[in-house]
């Protein structure tokens, strides 16, 4: 984890940022975990592999919302300064509505792939199935909450510091 924690610091230079993919993978743990109660499954080291892969994937589908909002941000800031203008609001919800959007497709095909690869495991039978279910398990539950998570609520933690960025910009400015 700590490993994790410093590539993604190294990558982003930015606390902020860092504990904004972090907090994926707990609410991605929460979909699992979730799954594995309505399934009555016990913790085992089986479960605990099936964790640590949505905890990745978790991390990944943060990772590549996080860059595309930094992306559309970075294109409405130049867009502001060629204009000789700050940037305001409006810019704000363009940025973050043009970033979202742009990832809203391939992270609804990521989900797909690993339903469509794991809702058979978890529904299947016959040699090893037992075991592998209980790695499947977590990462179907955690890729429902994963997908919320990456759709909608990194969106709005974004916004809500661009707001408070494009406010102290024009304190400042005053």
């Known amino acids: 984890l700590a490993v994790i924690v410093m590539l993604l610091f190294l990558s982003f230079r930015s606390v902020f940022e860092v504990a904004v993919i972090l907090g994926t993978v707990p609410m991605a743990l929460a979909g699992g975990l979730w799954l594995l109660y309505a399934l009555d499954y016990n913790l085992s080291v089986a479960v ?26 970075s294109g409405q800031i130049e867009t502001c300064r060629i204009e000789g203008r700050d940037p305001g609001p409006d810019e704000v919800e363009a940025a973050v509505t043009e970033g979202a959007l742009r990832r809203v497709r391939p992270i609804l095909m990521t989900v797909a792939t690993i339903f469509a690869g794991l809702l058979p495991i978890m529904l299947g039978g016959g040699t090893g199935a037992e075991l592998m279910q209980r790695v499947a398990a977590p990462m179907v539950g955690g890729m429902l909450s994963a997908t919320v998570l990456a759709l909608v609520v990194l969106p709005a933690i974004w916004t809500l510091r661009l707001r408070s960025q494009v406010r102290r910009w024009s304190r400042e400015a005053e």
């Open 48 to 73: 605990g592999v099936g964790l640590i892969a949505l905890a990745g994937v978790a991390a990944e589908l943060g990772v590549v919302m996080l860059v595309y909002l930094k992306l559309a941000w």
